[in-house]
C-alpha cells in the first residue's frame, strides 16, 4: 500500500471519540481550535522532539515513524522505549513499548487505549515481532497508566480501522446524536449536533469491545 493510501493513525482515537468528529476532520478537512486542543497540541510538541537516548536497561526512541499496511495506517508514536530482556524465550534481547502522552486524564470510552494499541501493531508489523504492551502518560496526573494489548483491544483496533477506511472511501459524514462528549469537541459550533444530529437517537457507537472479542483471522 502506497503512503498516501494510508489514514493517519491518530484518526482511530477521533472514530472511537466520535465517528462524527473522524469525518469532518479526515473526510470533510475540517479543522477548528479550542483551549483543549491547543494546550494537547503545545504538549505533544514538547513530547514529540525527534531523538534518540541509550540506557543500560532501557533505549528511548522519540516521535519513530509507523505504518502498518495491514491497517492501512501510519503516524508516529510519541515515544517507542526499547526495553531489555535478558534470557528473554523468544530471544528478543529489545522490547518496544509504545508511550503514548496525553494532556489530560485517563478518560472512559477506550480511544486512547485503541490508538496506543495501533501503534503497538503497526511496531509487530514493522520489525516482526512481538509488542505486549505499552502506556499513556496524562500531563495532569503526572502518571502513566499501563495497558496491555489483549486480543478484546487488538480487535477494537482492527475494527476501528475498517470502519475509518469505510467512512473515509465513501466519503461519508454520519449523523450523530449530541452527546456529553460534544462540549468540549472543538469542532461544536461546525458540527451543530442539536441541529444536524439523530433526534432522540444514541450517542455515538463507541465499538464496544464484546462485539469484537476476537481477532479476524488475517489479523491473527
Known sequence: MEVDDLLPLSGLQHLV??????????????????????????????????????????RVARALTLRSDRLGLSGKADVVEFHREAGSDDGVP???????????????????????????????????????????????TRRRKAVEFTDDLRARVVAAARRCRELFDGRVTPRVARHKGCDRCSLLDLCLPTVTGVPGGPAPDRLDSARFARLPEDFA
Not at 106 to 128: I, R, S, W, Y
Open 94 to 140: 529489545w522490547r518496544p513499548f509504545p508511550v503514548e502522552y496525553k494532556r489530560g486524564r485517563p478518560k472512559p470510552g477506550g480511544a486512547d487505549e485503541v490508538q496506543l494499541c495501533a501503534q503497538g501493531l503497526c511496531l509487530e508489523e514493522m520489525l516482526g515481532l512481538e509488542v505486549p504492551r505499552g502506556a499513556l502518560f496524562y500531563g495532569k
Open 17 to 58: 471519540f466520535c465517528e462524527r468528529q473522524f469525518a469532518m476532520i479526515h473526510v470533510e478537512q475540517t479543522w477548528a481550535e479550542n483551549d483543549l486542543t491547543i494546550s494537547g497540541r503545545q504538549f505533544h510538541e514538547r513530547a514529540d522532539l525527534p531523538g534518540q537516548s541509550w540506557g543500560a536497561s532501557v
